[in-house]
């Protein structure tokens, strides 16, 4: 087999073309074979400050028992909705050492959004950031939800300034909306609650589902793809077999700008980095390019990972230059396309390579990357991770020869288990264990891959999949709407931005208005950045709208 895998040969030294799934029995295991060996040193800091390995295991021991006692069993579905906080990981790693199945949830969800992921997954649990209670109690009752943890922004900074970070996010940016959730109980009050009751020891098996990590798809409607412990392990195997040749084993401290309930950073920040006793600087908001420098400059950051946006924004702000990179070992780019001239300049300023890598949800979500020691792959996804295949189909999924044009599949052990409750999509989606991306590319001869274009319709915007048939739901809603259309459109910035081609009912209908809607209903990235009025749109002879030509148009 290893003719028809040309990119074993360009794995880069001390990179296994192998990992073992089957390792570590379940993410528990891993997770607490970390505490072991790390215990006295930081794991997670925010804001400045800091939790140890050790603190992290007492605190997710608590939280989980208190689940426990809550009512909630092993199999129950728990969403975790918060920016990047102390309190993530504590909660992520308490409700796994319950058995419970983690359910990330974008804090930004309008309730309606939050509605759909809360009743598809059947959640009977929520930790929220107070910040977003508001949109929860609009919706609640419709979810089967009993379980109600707050946490504010400040919660776990200590006293003084706990207090103060609060005092502003609450009195003086007034972020946090009013709301009334009966029988709500703050994120400390569970920890001190935990401590009275014991904690059952759940290992957890292989194929268990762990975590419902909602992604969407074709038709538009968001799925939960069933990550298992295998998945799970895998995929962190697989990353730290990938750093490790370029990394200290401890001794690596890590900044953490992307949200850890995104799939990237999941996976790669939370739990395979922290599995190699790397220290994780946790940055809340972003956007916030100022606090992003302050804690670069306030450690010696040796890994960061990141989308094209955020480099570029990065290099464009007048205090970046002024950073120390002499530490930076590793940059990795995911979520949408790093653009050349970013990669360049990237290298150029910092001296350290940005690698791209590729994945979906569906696959835990590494599948390739480049290595993290060249620069002469920028455009390209990489090379499969270890333990992985790839391969080029034509329309009829029979594989294509090297340098033919294609949709991606990809096989190994971190590809889902399926879509929750939906198995015609899961059929639809992976046939004889490959995974169907929907991504068109091709391989090289040395193995590396390339995309080219997108089978479906979905939009990539800051590495968020954004799908025309949700941002057209509720377009059509609109009583001045009669058709619209939802495309991409390429931009600077964000890679891509939505657009919406709408045909009135009411002539008085303006592009504001249309964009007011919107900004309702959906959260700050699906909000269309243009409006176009036409008298109709291009239809099939079955009355398909052609998205394609419109956006060629």
């Known amino acids: 087999m ?79 909705m918060m920016p990047n906080l102390l309190q993530y990981p504590i909660a992520l790693f308490g409700a796994l050492r319950a058995g419970l199945v983690i359910v990330n949830t974008n804090p930004l969800y309008t309730p309606r959004e939050m509605k759909h992921q809360f009743a598809d997954s059947g959640a009977k649990a929520v930790v929220i950031a107070e910040n977003f209670a508001a949109n929860l109690e609009q919706i609640i009752g419709e979810t089967n939800i009993k379980t109600v943890i707050l946490t504010s922004i400040g919660e776990m900074l200590g006293a003084v300034k706990g207090t103060i970070v609060n005092f502003v996010v609450r009195s003086v940016k007034k972020m946090v909306p009013k709301y009334n959730i009966p029988n709500t109980v703050n994120f400390m009050e569970a920890l001190k609650q935990g401590k009275k009751f014991s904690l059952p020891n759940h290992a957890g098996e292989p194929d268990e589902v762990i975590l419902l990590q909602y992604t969407g798809g074709t038709t538009g409607v968001s799925k939960g793809a069933m990550l298992t412990n295998r998945n799970m392990v895998a995929n962190m195997l697989q990353v730290r077999a990938w750093m490790m040749p370029y990394l200290e084993d401890g001794k690596e401290t890590a900044l953490c700008p992307l949200p850890l309930y995104h799939i990237f950073a999941f996976t790669v920040n939370c739990l395979a980095l922290m599995s190699i006793g790397t220290k994780s600087i946790l940055i809340t908001n972003a956007r916030d390019l100022p606090s992003v420098i302050k804690a670069w400059k306030a450690e010696p950051v040796s890994l960061l990972t990141g989308v094209n946006t955020l480099f570029n924004a990065l290099l464009n702000h007048k205090d970046f230059t002024s950073i120390d990179f002499s530490a930076l070992k590793i940059t990795v780019g995911g979520g949408m396309a790093v653009q050349r001239p ?70 190994g052990p971190q590809v889902m288990k399926g879509y929750y409750n939906r198995p015609e999509d899961t059929a639809e989606t992976i046939i004889d264990n490959w995974l169907c991306t929907g991504d068109i590319g091709l391989m090289t001869e040395e193995g590396y891959f390339k995309i080219v274009d997108r089978k479906k319709d979905m939009i990539l915007v800051s590495g968020f999949n954004v799908f025309p048939n949700e941002i057209e739901e509720v377009v059509a809603g609109h009583p001045k709407v009669l058709e619209v259309a939802a495309v991409g459109i390429p931009h600077e910035k964000s890679g891509e931005v939505v657009k919406v081609f709408v045909v009135k009912k009411d002539k008085s209908l303006t592009e504001q208005e249309v964009i007011d809607f919107c900004r309702q209903n959906l959260t700050g990235y699906k909000v269309p950045k243009a409006v176009e009025f036409r008298n109709d749109l291009p239809k099939t002879n079955v009355g398909k709208i052609l998205r394609r030509e419109l956006r060629e148009g």
Not at 17 to 22: F, G
Not at 356 to 370: F, K, R
């Open 2 to 80: 290893a003719e028809q895998r040309p990119w074993l040969k360009n794995y880069p030294g001390g990179v296994p073309a192998n990992i073992d799934p089957e390792a570590f029995c379940s993410v528990v295991e891993m997770m607490e074979a970390t505490f072991d060996k790390y215990r006295k040193q930081v794991a997670f800091s925010c804001m400045g400050k800091g939790l140890t390995f050790d603190q992290i295991d007492k605190m997710s021991k608590s939280f989980g028992a208190y689940l426990l006692s809550r009512g909630l069993e092993p199999g129950d579905k728990i969403a975790l």
């Open 342 to 411: 970013v990669a360049e300049k990237w290298q150029q300023v910092t001296g350290c390579t940005l690698a791209e890598g590729y994945g979906m949800t569906e696959s835990a979500p590494v599948a390739t990357i480049n290595p993290l020691d060249k620069t002469a792959h920028v455009g390209f996804i990489g090379l499969p991770i270890s333990s992985t295949d790839m391969r080029v189909v034509d329309d009829e999924r029979n594989p294509l020869e090297i340098g033919k044009v294609g949709e991606l599949q990809i096989k």
